[in-house]
């Protein structure tokens, strides 16, 4: 990483940022991002100037990096990327930060940023690692939070969770088991499904690619399941749509099976579930649930600081890994939360 200048007497703090250089068709490439050095304007009234410690990569990205309207507006070629960031203040002009404090932002994909002080929300620096303020009690953990409370998952019932090694769906499980769920997880290794069973205490677990998900699932689940987590859609949405008992629930998170195909994929051949099983179907954005989150924040967060729930997190370092770790997500590089160490 190139030396920066973060002595706040001096005018100027040179930065790096990455950039979409082009939309990509299918699976995005390096070729579609590029690495840009600016020079951070001075400070005006109500803004405050942060250094990045931390940066979450995040499969929904995928998404904005298309043309088009979305529930999200798409990121510009030539412009910064945005996401998920914990970092420092630097200076501020701004009565609400002073220099030291640590904040969250949207500002993510570069080393350091001004932003109005109403974009950054303040977080303690006594809770460790900051990067957790990015999984567990950040979106990520907020994500699953608000999954289980979207249709009621309460004690007793029997949850599937696909993708279930990945940042959301680790948390959604621990966050099901806590309620009194029967949990049960498929992932993409050996090494995952372990995770899940030895430290994220699902009471099954298994892995996808070593035969049908439904026959899986079945064995796990001889009397069928209560709630199915989407968090990748394709044959999993599909095994649970005939995994499902009566008035069944999914909550409908994600679909990373299908965000690089240029074709849209086939819809699942058994939809006609939902009419025979009267099942509910809800579809899920965090963005929906941001007035709830002093009550995510307060349940979740004495969970983390009582041990009861944990944050595997898969970090790499330095802005120069952070196409890569991005890129890994759709291969299954990650367990747990993706995070790019700046610090």
Same mark, same amino acid.
């Given at each position: 990483m190139t030396e920066q200048t973060h002595d706040i007497s001096l *005018?100027? %703090?040179? *930065?790096? +940022? %990455? @950039? &979409?250089? *082009? @939309? #990509?068709k299918g699976m995005p490439t390096a070729a579609n991002f590029s690495m840009a050095s600016v020079d951070l304007e001075p400070l005006q009234d109500q803004q405050v100037s942060v250094r990045n410690l931390f940066m979450s990569v995040d499969p929904?990205? @995928? =998404?904005?990096?298309?043309?088009?309207?979305?529930?999200? #507006?798409? !990121? +510009?070629? =030539? +412009? #910064? &990327? *945005?996401?998920?960031?914990?970092?420092?203040v %630097? /200076?501020?002009r701004a009565g609400l930060f002073k220099p030291g404090d640590v904040v969250t932002s949207n500002f993510g994909w570069r080393e350091? !940023? %001004?932003?109005?002080?109403?974009d950054l929300h303040p977080v303690s620096r006594k809770i460790q690692p900051l990067s957790v303020y990015l999984g567990a009690l950040g979106m990520t953990g907020m994500t699953a939070w608000a999954g289980l409370e979207l249709v009621e998952v309460k004690a007793g019932d029997v949850i599937y969770i696909s993708g279930a090694a990945g940042a959301v769906g680790s948390m959604a499980g621990q966050l099901a088991k806590l309620r009194g769920c029967q949990v049960i997880g498929s992932a993409g290794s050996a090494?995952?499904?372990? !995770?899940l069973r030895e430290e994220c205490g699902f009471d099954a677990a298994f892995n996808y690619k070593t035969g049908p998900i439904l026959k899986q699932l079945m064995k796990a689940a001889p009397e069928g399941i209560d709630v199915y987590f989407d968090n990748v859609g394709g044959d999993a949405l599909e095994a649970a749509l005939s995994g499902l008992r009566l008035h069944g629930r999914i909550i409908a998170c994600g679909g990373i099976s299908g965000y690089n195909d240029i074709q849209p994929q086939a819809g699942p051949t058994n939809l006609f579930n939902v009419i025979t099983k009267r099942l509910v179907?809800? =579809?899920?954005?965090?963005? /929906?649930?941001l007035d709830r989150q002093p009550d995510f924040e307060l349940e979740v967060g004495g969970y983390y600081l009582g041990g009861k729930v944990k944050c595997k997190e898969t970090v790499v370092k330095g802005l120069d890994q952070a196409v890569g770790a991005f890129l890994g997500l759709f291969s299954g590089q990650n367990i747990g939360k993706m995070i790019v160490d700046l610090s």
């Open positions: *005018s100027t %703090i040179s *930065s790096r +940022e %990455i @950039r &979409l250089a *082009s @939309r #990509p929904y990205m @995928r =998404g904005r990096m298309n043309a088009g309207k979305s529930y999200v #507006p798409p !990121f +510009e070629v =030539g +412009e #910064p &990327l *945005s996401g998920g960031a914990v970092g420092e %630097i /200076d501020s350091c !940023f %001004i932003a109005p002080a109403q090494k995952k499904v372990k !995770f179907m809800k =579809g899920l954005l965090v963005r /929906d649930w």
